[in-house]
């Protein structure tokens, strides 16, 4: 199938634990970006990467790391995580920046700091 | 601070009639304007775009208008339907092919029988 994958869906997770979301993506876009949904706050970017060996921090990145070391994948890591963490997770990936047509997106990981 | 506001966060439409969601900007470096939609326990899906060297763009039941000099631009659907209830995003990018977009926080319609 054509997309993006990503998993978990949902997690439930202790306070100070590390976790890490998986995104995988079969369009050999270049572009890949994380984003988190927050009521009230839209869409907000946290980490992005233009092309595979390269990262760049997006709006609101602090506890979050990822890695790019090919075009498929793109994780996203909680160090020590924090309740201020509970969000949903968003994947996404694009050809060539935005443009017209934008981002394709994965369904999401709905993470639960406790 | 929010370069993309969609100041409703909620609006109901009757069946057949229209749905306007609105939104402004800040940023006038901003090129592209997008629109997505976005289901419970989904991703959003790209719904529209329009450039920023165009005030109209049309694709079946939705169209969207934008005016550059208000920093506004809103989406239509006519005539609404049931399976439109969604919530939406408005979404901006710079020029450039390495921008990224900047959302709204959304707003949830809601198309009632």
């Known amino acids: 199938i054509a997309g993006i994958t990503q998993a978990p869906t949902s997690q439930i997770l202790a306070a100070g634990r590390r976790m890490t979301l998986r995104c995988t993506q079969d369009m050999r876009h270049n572009a890949m970006y994380w984003y988190r949904q927050d009521l009230g706050l839209g869409l907000r970017l946290i980490h992005y990467s233009n092309t595979a060996g390269t990262t760049g921090k997006g709006e609101v990145p602090d506890g979050y790391s990822v890695s790019r070391a090919n075009t498929d994948d793109f994780p996203l890591t909680l160090a020590s995580a924090v309740p201020s963490q509970t969000s949903v997770y968003f994947c996404?990936?694009?050809?060539?920046?935005?443009?017209?047509?934008?981002?394709?997106f994965g369904s999401g990981t709905r993470l639960t700091v406790v | 601070d929010q370069q993309v506001k969609q100041n409703s966060p909620s609006l109901s439409v009757q069946e057949g009639r229209i749905s306007i969601l609105n939104c402004d900007y800040t940023n006038s470096m901003f090129d592209y304007f997008l629109w997505y939609k976005k289901y419970p326990a989904e991703g959003p899906t790209f719904l529209i775009s329009?450039?920023?060297?165009?005030d109209k763009n049309e694709d079946g039941r939705f169209t969207v208008f934008l005016n550059k000099s208000a920093k506004h631009l809103s989406l239509h659907i006519v005539p609404s339907q049931p399976g439109d209830s969604a919530v939406y995003f408005c979404a901006a990018s710079e020029a450039g092919t390495a921008s990224k977009l900047t959302f709204g926080t959304g707003t949830r319609l809601q198309v009632t029988l």
């Open positions: 996404a990936s694009s050809e060539k920046g935005s443009g017209p047509y934008g981002y394709t």
């Open positions: 329009i450039s920023s060297i165009k």
